[in-house]
């Protein structure tokens, strides 16, 4: 892309008209639904009244979940569109820009009304701090001020609608924050970049630290253009639900960079020269109808198990009287089974959202060794790899996975002690302030130090033949589906109280047993240990034999 010469007043003439034009894309949205729901309401025997109510009736679903539903649809159809009239070429980059942002603020105020606002608000703010605050603090002023912002909403809905399931701005408000910190940190990556570049010695200077391989693919060097801006925050096909795509991923996208399956680190920014404006393929984009179709057929699967088999067995009747009384393999049984019934819908919602992303034409990933293309970029869950994992280090790798890579990026990778529980802690924060929720963190992260030192110390001595191999993947794969659901039962419950009473009636088995292998097998250490485990007699022999 050019490089640009912005100054402040610039970004903020331009930001102006923008910030009009989507105060009048609100109003006209306000209108029509005056108009319409107006309508409706003079007359209560219309038939859009009637397709309503009967489909709701007829699926279950709360007025709330039937919007998100048609918001998707909508948007689906959108996509499909948008890919198909606004392909990436020169001539359309600012065509995709506005369709895309301005497509996308119309289905936020059309699921959530005036609480769009709460989106528009934060991002006006962070973009103004990145313009004013110098970049060496600016990641960190934005993300204090993301958080807090979002926390804000958290403990709002806390005091309002206390134990409530329902589809509010919230949600787009946590993908929101992932998008501007991963922003702000991206920037601040640019600047160091930059100032490494400047100095004859840079590895003596510890504010400028060398970037990471990932850290210098992601790298932003100037801040983005209000209209870049506003079109990675409100982009239709990811408003709703997510899940997270990187700035520069985006921007690729957009420009059609990810067609030429080139990575994002191997071109540089700082070039001006006219060959950057190469990078617009003129081809015919590859196919998106399989990836589409075979998520939407597993969405397929999923809705059919959240409606029939979700609202019957739910995780509130794991501490009914009925089911603490039944003997403990039915516990078991049921606990297994109504906490896998509960993550149908996360299953059912990140894939639809990624066929969604996908019908844009956002989720391109380079190719394949088949030479098919892969799109995977936005992959946010595994559901076959998740429930079949033989250890909960796999769990968390194939579960809502951009957040992961986004606590990877902006905590892990960046912090030097304590880094397991600090990821816990800050997706802890990031999801809200429910008593169960930091249960079930805190949990987790001592069943992660569990399994890892169950695999250094343990499992070496399994590895003898096919069949103890065998056996212990079944002993981990039952122990991991144990441990994740004891954890994520809380996440369900989130009353301190009721989460206290299910793990009275479990008599606190997980969570000490968790505590004592942690400390016990050191898991909580990331240093491998010096001493290797002894060779059980059997394989001496054989090697010896050899």
Same mark, same amino acid.
């Given at each position: 892309?050019?490089?640009?010469?912005?100054?402040?007043?610039?970004?903020? $003439?331009? &930001?102006? %008209?923008? @910030?009009?034009?989507?105060?009048?894309? !609100?109003? /006209?949205?306000?209108?029509?639904?005056? #108009?319409?729901?107006?309508?409706?309401?003079?007359?209560?025997?219309?038939?859009?009244?009637?397709?309503?109510?009967?489909?709701?009736?007829?699926?279950?679903?709360?007025?709330?979940?039937?919007?998100?539903?048609?918001?998707?649809?909508?948007?689906?159809?959108?996509?499909?569109?948008?890919?198909?009239?606004?392909?990436?070429?020169?001539?359309?980059?600012?065509?995709?820009?506005?369709?895309?942002?301005?497509?996308?603020? $119309?289905? &936020?105020? %059309?699921? @959530?009304?005036?609480?769009?606002?709460? !989106?528009? /608000?934060?991002?006006?703010?962070?973009? #103004?701090?990145?313009?004013?605050?110098?970049?060496?603090?600016?990641?960190?002023?934005?993300?204090?001020?993301?958080?807090?912002?979002?926390?804000?909403?958290?403990?709002?809905?806390?005091?309002?609608?206390?134990?409530?399931?329902?589809?509010?701005?919230?949600?787009?408000?946590?993908?929101?924050?992932?998008?501007?910190?991963?922003?702000?940190?991206?920037?601040?990556?640019?600047?160091?970049?930059?100032?490494?570049?400047?100095?004859?010695?840079?590895?003596?200077?510890?504010?400028?630290?060398?970037?990471?391989?990932?850290?210098?693919?992601?790298?932003? #060097?100037?801040?983005?253009?209000?209209?870049?801006?506003?079109?990675?925050?409100?982009?239709?096909?990811?408003?709703?639900?997510?899940?997270?795509?990187?700035?520069?991923?985006?921007?690729?996208?957009?420009?059609?960079?990810?067609?030429?399956?080139?990575?994002?680190?191997?071109?540089?920014?700082?070039?001006?020269?006219?060959?950057?404006?190469?990078?617009?393929?003129?081809?015919?984009?590859?196919?998106?109808?399989?990836?589409?179709?075979?998520?939407?057929?597993?969405?397929?699967?999923?809705?059919?198990?959240?409606?029939?088999?979700?609202?019957?067995?739910?995780?509130?009747?794991?501490?009914?009287?009925?089911?603490?009384?039944?003997?403990?393999?039915?516990?078991?049984?049921?606990?297994?089974?109504?906490?896998?019934?509960?993550?149908?819908?996360?299953?059912?919602?990140?894939?639809?959202?990624?066929?969604?992303?996908?019908?844009?034409?956002?989720?391109?990933?380079?190719?394949?060794?088949?030479?098919?293309?892969?799109?995977?970029?936005?992959?946010?869950?595994?559901?076959?790899?998740?429930?079949?994992?033989?250890?909960?280090?796999?769990?968390?790798?194939?579960?809502?996975?951009?957040?992961?890579?986004?606590?990877?990026?902006?905590?892990?990778?960046?912090?030097?002690?304590?880094?397991?529980?600090?990821?816990?802690?800050?997706?802890?924060?990031?999801?809200?302030?429910?008593?169960?929720?930091?249960?079930?963190?805190?949990?987790?992260?001592?069943?992660?130090?569990?399994?890892?030192?169950?695999?250094?110390?343990?499992?070496?001595?399994?590895?003898?033949?096919?069949?103890?191999?065998?056996?212990?993947?079944?002993?981990?794969?039952?122990?991991?589906?144990?441990?994740?659901?004891?954890?994520?039962?809380?996440?369900?419950?989130?009353?301190?109280?009721?989460?206290?009473?299910?793990?009275?009636?479990?008599?606190?088995?997980?969570?000490?047993?968790?505590?004592?292998?942690?400390?016990?097998?050191?898991?909580?250490?990331?240093?491998?240990?010096?001493?290797?485990?002894?060779?059980?007699?059997?394989?001496?022999?054989?090697?010896?034999?050899?």
């Amino acid at each position: 892309m050019r490089k640009r010469n912005y100054t402040l007043a610039s970004h903020v $003439a331009e &930001g102006y %008209f923008f @910030f009009t034009l989507i105060t009048a894309n !609100l109003k /006209l949205n306000h209108k029509l639904n005056e #108009l319409v729901f107006g309508f409706i309401k003079r007359d209560k025997k219309n038939i859009l009244v009637w397709i309503n109510l009967f489909i709701a009736k007829r699926a279950g679903l709360p007025i709330d979940q039937f919007n998100f539903l048609l918001a998707e649809l909508l948007a689906l159809i959108f996509a499909i569109c948008f890919r198909r009239y606004l392909p990436p070429k020169p001539s359309n980059l600012i065509k995709r820009h506005l369709a895309a942002s301005l497509l996308g603020i $119309a289905l &936020g105020q %059309f699921c @959530f009304g005036s609480q769009i606002w709460h !989106l528009i /608000l934060q991002s006006c703010i962070s973009y #103004l701090m990145l313009c004013t605050i110098p970049p060496k603090h600016s990641y960190k002023v934005v993300f204090i001020f993301c958080m807090t912002y979002m926390s804000a909403i958290h403990i709002h809905r806390l005091i309002y609608d206390y134990g409530n399931y329902t589809l509010d701005i919230s949600g787009p408000l946590m993908i929101n924050t992932q998008k501007l910190t991963a922003l702000a940190f991206s920037f601040f990556d640019g600047y160091r970049s930059k100032q490494r570049a400047k100095r004859r010695r840079p590895d003596e200077d510890k504010d400028c630290a060398a970037l990471s391989e990932d850290q210098d693919k992601q790298k932003i #060097l100037d801040i983005p253009h209000p209209i870049e801006f506003l079109s990675y925050i409100f982009y239709f096909h990811g408003i709703c639900v997510g899940p997270l795509c990187f700035y520069k991923d985006y921007l690729d996208y957009i420009e059609g960079r990810n067609l030429l399956v080139i990575p994002t680190s191997g071109r540089q920014q700082t070039e001006t020269s006219d060959q950057t404006e190469e990078y617009h393929p003129e081809t015919i984009q590859p196919s998106t109808f399989w990836p589409v179709f075979t998520k939407l057929a597993q969405c397929g699967l999923w809705g059919y198990i959240l409606l029939n088999f979700t609202p019957v067995y739910t995780i509130e009747y794991n501490i009914s009287q009925e089911m603490v009384n039944s003997p403990m393999y039915k516990r078991i049984q049921y606990l297994l089974f109504s906490t896998f019934c509960n993550r149908a819908k996360y299953y059912f919602a990140f894939i639809l959202s990624e066929a969604i992303n996908n019908a844009a034409g956002l989720g391109l990933n380079g190719v394949g060794e088949n030479g098919q293309p892969k799109w995977n970029l936005l992959t946010n869950i595994k559901p076959l790899q998740l429930e079949t994992a033989t250890s909960l280090k796999v769990v968390l790798d194939v579960w809502n996975m951009q957040t992961a890579l986004w606590l990877r990026r902006i905590c892990y990778d960046r912090i030097s002690k304590g880094r397991t529980l600090g990821v816990f802690v800050l997706s802890a924060l990031w999801h809200g302030f429910y008593p169960g929720y930091y249960v079930c963190f805190i949990l987790a992260a001592f069943e992660t130090y569990a399994g890892r030192g169950i695999r250094r110390q343990i499992r070496p001595y399994f590895q003898v033949n096919a069949i103890t191999k065998a056996i212990y993947a079944c002993i981990t794969w039952f122990g991991t589906q144990v441990g994740l659901n004891f954890a994520v039962t809380p996440f369900v419950l989130m009353e301190v109280q009721k989460v206290w009473y299910f793990y009275k009636t479990w008599y606190f088995i997980v969570p000490i047993a968790s505590v004592v292998l942690a400390l016990t097998l050191n898991g909580a250490s990331t240093k491998k240990s010096s001493k290797k485990p002894e060779v059980p007699p059997q394989e001496k022999d054989e090697k010896k034999s050899n």
